[in-house]
């Protein structure tokens, strides 16, 4: 497995670590929603709703572009006497 392997691996698995908590703030909103008085002074359900949304595409992103992050990362070269 060479180095762009490994980060694209790397990637995948932040993109599945992301997915999943965004998953536990969805389930924070339904929590508030059901009971308001689960903790006082807590964030309100929008916002838990609005931070899984965001944390859910950055994962579905990193879980589905992934050879698009490590193009960035590691772009290919050209080989070296070509000039065009």
Known sequence: MN??????VAVRVTGLIVCAASLLYFISAVIVVL????RP????????V???????TVGWFLLRRADSVVAL????RKPEGTDA
């Open 3 to 8: 180095p762009a392997q490994a980060f694209g």
């Open 35 to 38: 009971d308001p008085t689960y």
């Open 50 to 56: 609005l931070s899984g949304a965001v944390s859910m």
């Open 41 to 48: 002074n807590l964030s309100p359900p929008w916002h838990y």
């Open 73 to 76: 990362a590691y772009p290919a």
